[in-house]
Every structure is written in structure tokens, then in C-alpha cells.
């Protein structure tokens, strides 16, 4: 079997498919969801902050790893800590990635059944047969289950055709198809009577929502929707090119996921604030409240609905395959390299893996509530499991390990590429990555464990 490593074919490939690794249902909700519970503008400003600060050299730390090594996550740690321990941060990274593509798998099919159902008509027409809708679907054995390994099996057959035909070219079709999506709803968002109120709510700070617990709040965020911790960006760099700019990259891709997740701001909140609906109406945002938001923000032009209504589960569908594509690729990168396998069959192995995960998650949610975990659903714990103890932890030892144990000669020739590029900024970003960037992620866990 050859042992030739596919590389990306273009600059834009490898922002495209790394802001798509980014840009998930973390941005189409999870960012709506958080600014609308703290206050609008004032969080996007801090949001921001911490992506500057903290998220983007984060990022780069997993880039010169990933490029460094030239190889799947597990054997790039390895390979710059010479047999030390560190390699287990590629392998918590690995097992992070394929629970989280296994229990994300079950809301990215409830997204693809709600695709489906929009295309015969509302879901329902009135708030009480929404919320009905959603608890007889997703409480049921068969078809949640159903449309959660769909959605497996459709990341499956991307990853499996490789780097540049599989993964760059999916981007390429993906993440301009989901702006223009994004797009489309939010100039009809904005058009509705009332709308203002819900723009003026993302534009305007209100400083005095400011507190310590919102601060920590958007720097988790800045975290969560980069996809730290679970070497997905040490994997996708793995496949850069030497003449890549890795701090220029990594802005780039900021950049996009930020502007994805401010456009879903503009998307959701001006229609909630046109029907009066609270902005901070929680994870049921997407599948009860913004259905209802829709057909009675579009009462009087039903076609509008009607489409609007397609296009958005249309966008939650794409969204989420930019992510479950990187989180099988990591796993299946592994399983290639590491047993010496086809990439076809190390893909299914992931696959699989994926599909038993997304199963008992489903089930746990659903018609079978008594499987549980610490008291918890087995969606919920390996949800709490990966967000708050393993995404956290991987991006702390990934600070650690480049700032503090790998050489500063390689470092210095990764930032630079092998001093072609100018390093006036390679002091600020050793010193944030050694010592801000630690502390932050240790206040993000004392914060989670209700500690300050």
C-alpha cells in the first residue's frame, strides 16, 4: 500500500474545509442560543476578544503539530515528544472525535428528518403541534436511528474518497452553498415587521450584562466552535503544504466561523423578536421554537414559509456534515495509518465505531430513556463527557506541549516556514500560548465545576 500522503490542492481548500471543520450546528445554534442567554452585542464583542486572544493561537499550536508531523494525530505527538506520554493527548483527541461524531450524528439526523418533512409541508401549525412533532419523533426506536446512521454513511462516502477528492472538493461545494443559504434567510429574516429589534440586539453592547460567568461563557465558546481539543486542526494540517501561513490560516478561518456565527444571529433574532419570542429560548431553539417562529413570522406569505422553512434545515443539514466530515476524518486518518490499512477500510471501521455510539444515544434519548450514565442520558454524558472534560483538557496539554516541551527552534521554523515569513509577532504568541492561554482554559474547567 502506498505510504504517499494526500495534501490539499489549494489555499482555498484548506480554508474551506478547515472553517468547515469550525462551523457546525455550534455556530447555527450553540452561538445564537449563548448571545441571545447573555445580552446580544456585549458577548459577541468578548466572543470576539477570546478568539482573538486565545482561540487563534490555540489553533496554530494544533497547526504546527499537525504539520510538523506529517501524519495522523496519535504519531504526530509522538513524533515530536520521542516515545514521552505526550502522544496520548493524539489519542484522547482521536477517541473525543469519534464520540462526538457518534452522539452529534443523532441531532444532525433529526436535522435531515426535518429537511425531509419541510419539503412535504410545515411541520405543524400551531407551537403545540411543533412541540409535539419533535417529542413523538425523536422519542421514537426506528426512525431517529435511521436517519442518524443516514447521516454517518453520507460523512462515510466523503472521507473515504480521500483528501483532495473527498474532503477539499465537498468544501468547495458545502461551505459556499451554506453562505449563500445563510444568506437568503437573513435578508428574509430582516425584512420582517419588527426585525430592528432583533438587529438592534446584536449591534447595541449592553455592558451591563457583563459579568465574570458571561466572560468564561464566551471564552468556552471561542473554544467549542473552533474544535479544540480534538485534534481535528492536527489532522487537517497534516495535509498543508510547507508554503502554507499558518497564523495567516488560522485568522482566515476565525474569521469565517465568526461571520457564519454572527449571520445565524442575524438569521434567528430579528424573526424572534418579529413574533415576540424570548432570544434566549435554549437548546429546543432549532427544532420547537424556531419552526413555530417561522410559520407565524411568514403567516401571511405561506410559500415564503414554506421555502424558508426548506432552506434552513437545508443549512442545519450542510452545517453539520462540515463538521462530521472532520471528525471522521480523524479517526479514519488513525486506523489508516496506524494499522496500515486502506483508507476505504479504516473508514468503515469509523464508521461503525460512529454507528454503535449513535445508536445507544439515540435510544437513550429516545424510547429508552432508562439507559443512562451517571444519572445522565448516554447523549448527555458523552456530550458533558467530550465538552467539558476531554475538548477542554486536549487544548490545555496541547498549550503545554508546544509552549513548554517541544524545541523553540521547531516551533520558530513551523510559525515562520522555515524563516521565509516574517516573525515580529513569534515572542507575543509564545508568551500567550505558554502562559494566557493555560490559565484561561483552567479558569473555563474551575468555572464549569461551579469553582468561582
Given amino acids: 500500500m502506498s505510504t504517499v500522503r494526500g495534501l490539499f490542492g489549494s489555499k482555498l481548500g484548506i480554508i ?4 468547515g471543520s469550525a462551523v457546525g450546528l455550534g455556530n447555527v445554534w450553540r452561538f445564537p442560543y449563548m448571545t441571545g442567554h447573555n445580552g446580544g452585542a456585549a458577548f459577541i464583542i468578548i466572543y470576539i476578544a477570546c478568539m482573538l486572544l486565545l482561540g487563534i493561537p490555540g489553533m496554530v499550536c494544533e497547526f504546527i503539530v499537525g504539520r510538523h508531523g506529517a501524519t495522523n494525530a496519535a504519531r504526530a ?8 506520554p505526550w502522544k496520548l493527548v493524539g489519542y484522547m483527541g482521536i477517541v473525543t472525535s469519534i464520540l462526538i461524531l457518534g452522539f452529534y450524528s443523532v441531532v444532525a439526523g433529526w436535522c435531515l428528518n426535518y429537511l425531509f418533512v419541510s419539503f412535504g409541508g410545515s411541520i405543524a401549525a400551531d407551537a403545540e403541534g411543533v412541540t409535539n412533532y419533535f417529542l413523538h419523533f425523536s422519542s421514537g426506536v426506528a426512525l431517529p436511528i435511521i436517519y442518524g446512521l443516514a447521516f454517518i454513511l453520507i460523512t462515510h462516502f466523503v472521507v473515504a474518497k480521500g483528501i483532495r477528492h473527498g474532503i477539499e472538493r465537498a468544501s468547495k461545494m458545502l461551505m459556499p452553498t451554506l453562505f449563500i443559504l445563510l444568506l437568503i434567510i437573513v ?3 430582516c425584512m420582517l415587521p419588527g426585525a430592528y429589534k432583533g438587529i438592534e440586539f446584536l449591534i447595541k453592547p449592553d455592558f451591563s450584562k457583563v459579568t465574570k460567568s458571561m466572560m468564561l461563557e ?3 465558546q471561542a473554544f467549542f466552535s473552533l474544535s479544540l481539543g480534538t485534534a481535528c486542526l492536527c489532522t487537517y494540517a497534516s495535509y498543508f503544504g510547507k508554503h502554507i501561513d499558518l497564523m495567516r490560516s488560522a485568522c482566515q478561518i476565525a474569521f469565517v466561523d465568526t461571520i457564519v456565527a454572527i449571520l445565524a444571529g442575524l438569521m434567528i433574532f430579528p ?42 434545515y437545508a443549512l442545519l443539514s ?12 480523524i479517526g479514519t486518518s488513525f486506523f489508516h495509518e496506524e494499522f496500515n490499512r486502506p483508507r476505504k477500510q479504516a473508514a468503515w471501521v469509523v464508521t461503525v465505531i460512529a454507528s454503535v455510539v449513535c445508536i445507544f444515544c439515540s435510544l437513550s434519548v429516545g424510547a429508552y430513556k432508562g439507559l443512562t450514565i451517571l444519572g445522565m442520558s448516554i447523549m ?3 456530550d458533558y463527557l467530550t465538552a467539558q472534560y476531554l475538548m477542554p483538557c486536549g487544548a490545555l496539554l496541547t498549550c503545554l506541549y508546544v509552549g513548554w516541551y517541544i524545541s523553540k527552534s521547531v516551533i520558530r521554523q513551523e510559525y515562520t516556514n522555515d524563516g521565509q515569513l516574517r516573525s515580529l509577532s513569534f515572542p507575543l504568541f509564545m508568551f500567550i500560548v505558554r502562559f494566557v492561554c ?6 473555563i474547567f474551575l468555572h464549569q465545576f461551579g469553582l468561582i
Avoid: C, R, W
Fill in 187 to 189: 435578508i428574509s429574516s
Fill in 218 to 220: 464566551a471564552l468556552g
Fill in 438 to 443: 493555560p490559565i484561561f482554559i483552567v479558569l
Fill in 77 to 84: 505527538y509522538d513524533k515530536l515528544s520521542k516515545g514521552k
Fill in 380 to 382: 448527555d454524558f458523552l
Fill in 318 to 329: 450542510l452545517a453539520a456534515l462540515t463538521s462530521t466530515i472532520s471528525m471522521h476524518e
Fill in 16 to 19: 474551506l474545509a478547515t472553517a
Fill in 271 to 312: 424573526a424572534a423578536f418579529s413574533v415576540g419570542v424570548n432570544p434566549d429560548s435554549g437548546p429546543s431553539l432549532i427544532f420547537i421554537t424556531l419552526p413555530n417562529v417561522f410559520s407565524q413570522a411568514f403567516a401571511s406569505m405561506p410559500i415564503v414559509g414554506y421555502i424558508i422553512s426548506i432552506l434552513f
